[in-house]
């Protein structure tokens, strides 16, 4: 901790809860330690440990979003601040995916990353077992060729399943899914960012929820 920090009101409640007091040091050794482009004065060293697919919950009706292949730490965050913003109830991730302890990701999903349930190094199948009571049926995020978003059926407990720029979904993931859902978009543009898709589709997922509640079906 910088001495100047230590006069911030906010800095103050968090030494409150401390066991003990921290290190205090020059502000040019902290900007030393931390990684982050404009460090704030205080820096921890903490373990947050991913418990995996058998600590997920298991909600009915829930969202869940299946991610392969993201190698970028901030689009890994965006990912997980968007399933948060928008009802979410868990993000797994496939083996080959970036970390999301990854300090990058940390940042750039504003907190989401440790409030979110995460599950890493996680195949379709076993997050499918896992949910198995509750059927939920898995949909594809794909380009083109897909159900069109908005009026595609997105009621029931669902997967969504995203892939990496480039690459998108395995095989394995597009044999696995029960349906595909294409968002519309106007040319020339051929493709969305996988996380700005995703945050389109998990909007409309919670607008279109949102509207049945407020005007059930007669």
Do not use: K, W
Request: proline share 10%; net charge neutral.
């Amino acid at each position: 901790m910088t001495p100047e920090a230590r006069q911030r009101p906010d800095v103050a409640a968090i030494l409150a809860r401390l066991p003990r007091p921290p290190l205090e040091v020059d502000a040019r050794i902290l900007d030393r330690l931390a990684d982050a482009d404009s460090p704030r004065g205080l820096v921890a060293v903490a373990r947050l440990p991913r418990p995996g697919l058998d600590a997920l919950p298991v909600v009915s009706q829930g969202v869940y979003v299946f991610a392969e292949g993201l190698q970028d730490p901030g689009n890994l965050g965006a990912l997980a601040r968007s399933t948060e913003a928008f009802g979410g109830s868990a993000l797994v991730l496939a083996p080959g995916s970036v970390h999301p302890n990854h300090p990058r990701a940390l940042r750039a999903s504003a907190g989401s990353l440790l409030r979110l349930p995460v599950a890493t190094r996680s195949s379709l199948d076993a997050l499918r077992t896992r949910l198995g009571a509750l059927e939920p049926r898995c949909l594809a995020l794909v380009p083109h060729g897909g159900d069109d978003l908005l009026g595609a059926d997105l009621s029931g407990t669902l997967v969504l399943l995203l892939g990496a720029e480039g690459p998108g979904l395995s095989a394995d993931a597009l044999d696995g899914a029960t349906g595909r859902l294409t968002i519309p978009f106007a040319s020339p543009v051929e493709s969305l960012n996988a996380t700005v898709a995703a945050a389109v589709a998990l909007f409309e997922i919670r607008r279109r929820r949102a509207t049945a509640a407020v005007n059930p079906p007669a």
